[in-house]
């Protein structure tokens, strides 16, 4: 069993949901890679953005997952319609993502990673 941090989910306002391996793989498993509700993602990794409404409708039709009502709450909450995925286990630099999805998705993951570094 890994513990180590694998994906992290973002809105807008930088609320946060980090999944380990094993949650991670069980979301991509269920979601099909997320395949059916990507708005924009890199080729190379698994960074992408997400549309909020469309995953409710995955994981409302999906069998039980155990970050489901996280999940579920974060895109519910979300200001905007989108949702930010974050590959933590990947070191690329997205250099062939280069879509209007990338720019929205680098002002959200970027800045936050910023306003995380400058903690202490
Ligand atoms: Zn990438």
Redesign the pocket.
Known sequence: MSRSRELSILDEDGEELVLDTDDAAALLALTDDFDTVTVSA?P??R?RVVACVALVDLLGAAPPYARARELLELAEDAPTLHLYVHDLG?S?D?PT?RDPGFTEWSDVVEGYDDARRALP
């Open positions: 890199c190379t990794c960074a990947t690329c997205h993502w």
